[in-house]
């Protein structure tokens, strides 16, 4: 059969039987626009909020000026001395009488070669015989230099030696430190060297400036500052000096200081004009850069003790904070609240300290920092009485009023993150400061109890509050770059939590799929809750059961053989099979890149210039770590699975499809006589419980879902058609690039059902469980695996587990179709009118030729390796404009379990209906040409793009006789794919349709519902109603052919920005939906939500369901709401799950018996709540029956 192409693109309108027939069609080139989707390359609310504010602090102490020998490892031996080249070590201080005994001074040098040789003064005996001066190279060989004569320095011995070339500033070195100076790498003969001294090394604040330089040029978006030590000589030391000193005040990285020149410039001319000297007043220096963070409102007060609830303990800031900096020339301190430091109330701070020693004079800190009360304001007694760790540091107890020591660095930093520094500005969460500390140069650092206790104090002790070690420039710029990347990290689940139950018993589990980011490091994970038994609290347990990041991380970084150990599957390019050219899976390894499609080749090979890359990269996808040159995912990093951001994960036991045995007198039998699904099910009831889910990674990843014991991945499969040669910042090479920033990859949703099919696509058929997995923002296309035994899943079963992939390539052999576009949601696999198992999915957006066309590819089809003519069908609307379809509902008319018609809306509003129902393919078809049954507008005429699937239900209140196919049709409005969407204020709207026949309906033929905000007794607005007012609470007057012409109702979403986004669903009646507000304003990253629930005439519930005013119980008082808002500053919903009560405890439900509603929200924060089913005390009809449900 050929592929049908069923086209009304020059096909005329049929005009419909009321006056808004054509109205759609005039919006709809308006609102179509004429520019595809700028489709993100990140989550698109994880960047919403203000930029932080950060103030870089580097030590430039006299400590400073040691020079450091860069990569030198005092653990490893760099040459075995022969006595008789080792030079004689000193004996007492250069410069000293030289008849005390032979000394040296030791030079570096370099000739015009760049040959590194050093200078050995030495007496020449008596009194007044002088010195004389030799050169030497360095070497270990008795039979000369190349150059000059050999020598090298015994092990263990002291040397005296000024290290680099023009510069005379001696200091002691030990032999070993000094044979790996001079030795090159191999240690076998002298270096050469490419200036004065040797690569990577120099005086500690030579490195801190290199290392500080490439910090600040690898800074984007960021606001930034420098301070340092003021320096001043000590005993001079007042509250205005002696602590910090701002050199360029916190802006804009990017901002034009001056004409011409901008921060970065600023900032990096002052890292280079830094010098060392003085002490290392650490506690008085943060405390001055607090006070600067707050300078404007010196006179306001902080709040002390943030988690006391009632904030009681206060203080005037500047009696808190009772030191200043000093301010370069040139540089304005704050002074009003047009140029503070601090401008939203959910603005995060930070302090990044670089310092090479403790501090050894802490300066000037407020008694209410070191423990005295100084102006007896209420019991706050000081922080170093709420840290009570002095002792921990080995130091004697000390008097409480001395306000200079070392002790209270840890108070000051403890202070900066307790203390709400603007309770003026806050919201829900204190403004305070988060200190990170950097340890340059000196090992003992890491042991520094005082260095420890300050950096846990600092960030709250959360785990981040470590001394970040860095002995020498690599690594001072990895130490710069973590802290950097926690500064810049975020985390949240945009996923759906998943069950693996339909209720609750003692082996029930909930998955939740979240990602986490930090700089260029973007993790995901999958963590399972068990089921709490004790009948207290949550159900869920709040803390994971397992890891599947930790797993998998632990497995290819401390297991033997790593990422060898795991099984990665893909897809091969095209071979010959007996003529013709198919394609099979193959495990994803090096040795089998040679088979990988041309495409994959490409990308993975990167350049092309480099024969090893191919290789190496497929090993970087699969796990491996190529340090310094590829992207480190986990030293340092977050782990190595990929972030999951639109993937909810999918749970796959025993099987569910609940299709009825084979019958011969059955018009489409399922099965055969041989293979009765009851079959099936009983030999797989027990079947393993796996956990399936994309990430951008590259990867759908299959995870052991056992709660108690699972958790390990099982496979990964890598969709070929990820693949684009066309960059290297494109395609899965990208991912080893060291200044990633995020792509997508395989970003959608997941479909599991069971099938029956020849997986080889002979005719060899039997009951198969099968995964359908869409690509979403990662690309367009879709790739179908065989998942029906667990147990079998390795690389070497690729072949049977992998059965296609179709994408939107027109390419030769066909891979796919042009019209395929990113599909967003999840695919729907369903037996078709002519006996055939199909995968039904919307072309969704993006797609090249940029109309609405819905897709039916037939499973066992593409199982045979390629893709035929008649392997597929498409229904094109003719709805074109940069359209694409969105997700489909399937429905089934009589109960036969065979699909007879699917609705689906477009990009530009309009809802389609597709008559499935005939047994031959050819005659599939739109409902009604190419006019849709209905098209959405606002109440200012702009189209309403519909991106999620809508539900279906019978219409129970009319005749099916004379109003086939009799249905309603609720969905809602609105998008949130493209940046550009969080910002948009049309409204949008939630609907029912009724379907009878006929098309071309707009809102006109519709009723009205309206919600309003709803109070409790203490005027506290907790939830909305619908508004009771005629006519918003009339009956829909169902279109008849007397009076009435109402085909259903609609509800104008009041908040500005909300939309539907998320499929409804179907709970005993009651019609589930969540509407999001997402937005980009300061302190409202993400934005929020509503939970919403009515009946299927837009009405609310017969009878309460919900605990809407939180009292415990569901009683009268929970009556007539309809919606409640989300939780949350980042409260915006990402789809929900319902499970039945089982063997729960404790339900709130009259009944005894309940479901229990979880969903998860952008923070990644999982809610609860109960819900009750409508009662049967409840007046008027209930009987609303999903059709096709899942």
Not at 802 to 829: C, N, Q, Y
């Amino acid at each position: 059969m050929a592929r049908i192409n069923t086209s009304y693109k020059n096909q005329p309108q049929q005009r419909a039987n009321f006056k808004f027939a054509a109205l759609g069609f005039s919006v709809l080139t308006a609102a179509g626009g004429s520019n595809a989707l700028e489709l993100p390359d990140q989550p698109i609310l994880s960047s919403a909020g203000t930029e932080p504010n950060i103030m870089l602090f580097m030590d430039n102490s006299g400590s400073m000026a040691t020079f450091e020998l860069g990569y030198y490892d005092a653990s490893y031996s760099y040459a075995d001395c022969p006595a008789s080249l080792a030079l004689e070590t000193s004996r007492f201080t250069p410069g000293r009488d030289p008849d005390n005994g032979v000394y040296q001074d030791i030079v570096a040098r370099v000739d015009s070669d760049g040959l590194a040789y050093f200078t050995y003064t030495k007496s020449i005996g008596g009194r007044n015989g002088g010195t004389e001066t030799y050169d030497f190279q360095w070497g270990t060989s008795t039979t000369g230099g190349e150059r000059y004569p050999v020598a090298c320095f015994a092990s263990g011995a002291s040397y005296d030696l000024s290290p680099v070339v023009g510069v005379t500033n001696y200091q002691t070195f030990d032999g070993n430190q000094l044979n790996y100076y001079f030795s090159n790498a191999t240690q076998t003969g002298p270096d050469y060297w490419a200036g004065d001294r040797k690569a990577g090394s120099g005086t500690r604040m030579d490195i801190t400036k290199m290392a500080g330089e490439t910090l600040i040029n690898s800074l984007t978006n960021k606001r930034i500052g420098l301070a340092a030590f003021e320096q001043v000589p000590v005993g001079q030391e007042t509250p205005e000096n002696g602590g910090a000193k701002i050199l360029v005040g916190i802006d804009d990285i990017d901002t034009e200081v001056k004409t011409g020149y901008t921060q970065r410039e600023a900032i990096i001319d002052q890292i280079y004009s830094m010098m060392a000297e003085g002490f290392t007043p650490i506690g008085e220096s943060l405390s001055d850069i607090t006070r600067y963070y707050v300078t404007g409102h010196d006179n306001e007060r902080v709040t002390l003790y943030n988690n006391d609830a009632s904030r009681t303990n206060t203080a005037l800031t500047k009696q808190v904070f009772d030191t200043k900096p000093a301010y370069a020339t040139g540089v304005a301190k704050p002074g009003s609240d047009d140029d503070s430091i601090i401008t939203e109330s959910c603005q995060k701070n930070y302090v990044i300290a670089l310092t090479d020693g403790e501090p050894n004079e802490t300066g000037l800190v407020s008694s209410y920092l070191t423990g005295r009360n100084g102006s007896g304001n209420g019991p706050f007694t000081g922080y170093d009485k709420k840290d009570s760790n002095y002792a921990e540091y080995g130091y004697t107890a000390r008097n409480n009023l001395i306000r200079r020591d070392v002790g209270s660095l840890d108070d000051v930093t403890m202070a900066m993150y307790d203390i709400d520094l603007r309770p003026d500005l806050s919201g829900n969460e204190p403004i305070n400061i988060s200190t990170f500390f950097v340890g340059g140069f000196d090992t003992s650092l890491q042991d520094s109890k005082v260095l420890a206790r300050a950096a846990s104090n600092g960030v709250g002790g959360a785990p981040e509050g470590i001394v970040y070690p860095a002995l020498n420039q690599e690594e001072l710029e990895e130490a710069f770059r973590t802290i950097f990347a926690l500064v810049d990290s975020d985390s949240g689940s945009r996923s759906t939590v998943s069950f693996n139950a339909g209720s609750i018993d003692s082996s029930t589990a909930l998955y939740q799929a979240t990602y986490d980011f930090a700089g260029t490091q973007w993790v995901g994970d999958v963590e399972a809750f068990a089921y709490n038994k004790s009948g207290t609290g949550s159900l869920f347990s709040t803390t994971a059961a397992w890891s599947a990041n930790d797993k998998l991380t632990a497995r290819v970084k401390d297991v033997l053989p790593g990422a060898d150990d795991r099984d990665i599957i893909t897809l091969s390019g095209f071979s010959d099979s007996n003529g013709t050219s198919v394609r099979k899976g193959i495990a994803f390894t090096a040795d089998n890149a040679s088979s990988f499609s041309a495409e994959l080749q490409g990308d993975l090979d990167g350049d092309g210039s480099n024969s090893d890359t191919l290789g190496k990269v497929v090993n970087y996808v699969r796990g491996a770590e190529f340090p310094g040159e590829y992207r480190n995912r986990v030293d340092g990093g977050l782990g190595i699975l990929g972030d999951i951001i639109n993937s909810s994960p999918a749970e796959i036991g025993a099987p569910e499809s609940d299709y009825p045995d084979y019958s011969a007198k059955a018009a489409l039998p399922f099965g055969d006589a041989n293979s009765s699904y009851s079959a099936f099910y009983k030999s797989n009831e027990n079947r393993a419980s796996v956990v399936y889910v994309g990430a951008n990674d590259g990867m759908l990843h299959a995870f052991d879902g056992d709660v108690s014991t699972g958790g390990k991945e099982l496979f990964a499969y890598v969709p070929s058609m990820l693949a684009d040669s066309s960059s290297e910042i494109e395609g899965l090479f990208y991912l080893t690039d060291q200044n990633y920033q995020h792509r997508f990859y395989v970003d959608g949703a997941i479909g599991v059902s069971d099938v029956f099919i020849d997986p080889a696509g002979g005719t060899n058929k039997s009951w198969r469980t099968v995964l359908m997995g869409a690509l979403g923002l990662g690309g367009k296309g879709l790739y179908a695996l065989d998942v029906t035994d667990p147990s079998s899943f390795s690389e070497s079963s690729a072949e049977d587990i992998v059965l296609w992939e179709f994408d939107g390539r027109d390419s030769s052999p066909a891979t796919g179709d042009p019209d395929m576009g990113h599909i967003f949601s999840e695919p729907k696999i369903t037996m078709m009118n002519d006996g055939r198992f199909a995968v039904v999915v919307g072309n969704g957006a993006n797609s090249t030729n940029g109309s609405a066309v819905l897709f039916i590819i037939f499973i066992e089809a593409g199982a045979d390796g390629s893709w035929d003519v008649d392997d597929w069908i498409k229904i094109d609307t003719g709805s074109t404009g940069n359209n694409g379809l969105s997700a489909p509902a399937l429905v089934d008319f009589d109960g036969d379990r065979v699909v007879d018609r699917i609705y689906a809306g477009d990009l530009n509003g309009q809802l389609w209906g597709f008559d499935v129902s005939s047994t031959d393919s050819s005659e599939w078809k739109a409902a009604h040409g190419s006019t849709p049954l209905f098209t959405a507008t606002n109440s200012s005429g702009v189209a309403q793009a519909i991106t999620s699937a809508p539900l279906v239900v019978k219409n129970e209140q009319t005749a099916y006789a004379g109003n086939e196919p009799n249905v309603l049709v609720l969905f809602g409005t609105g998008q949130l794919i493209e940046e550009a969407d969080i910002g948009s204020a049309e409204e949008q709207t939630f609907y029912g349709i009724w379907d009878r026949g006929v098309g071309g309906l707009d809102r006109s033929a519709l009723l009205q519902r309206k919600l309003v905000n709803a109070s409790n007794a203490n005027g506290v607005v907790i939830g909305r109603k619908i508004d009771d007012q005629s006519p918003y609470s009339d009956p829909i007057a169902w279109f008849d052919d007397a009076n009435q012409d109402q085909y259903g109702w609609y509800m104008p979403l009041p908040d500005t920005g909300e939309r539907v986004t998320i499929q409804p669903s179907l709970l005993l009646g009651t019609i589930f939906f969540f509407s999001s507000v997402p937005q980009e304003s300061t302190c409202s990253a993400g934005g929020y939500g509503y939970l919403n629930f009515i009946s299927a005439q837009g009405t609310a519930t017969r009878t309460p369901i919900y605990d809407f005013n939180n009292d415990g119980v569901i009683d009268a008082d929970d009556s007539d709401f309809v919606s409640q808002k989300t939780p949350g500053r980042k409260g915006l919903p990402a789809g929900s799950k319902f499970i039945g009560s089982g063997e729960a405890q404790n339900v709130p439900c009259s009944s005894g018996s309940g479901f229990y509603q979880a969903y998860s929200t952008i923070d990644g924060a999982i809610h609860y709540r109960w819900v009750c089913p409508e009662s049967s005390t409840g007046t008027g009809r209930m009987a609303w029956q999903e059709l096709f449900g899942e």
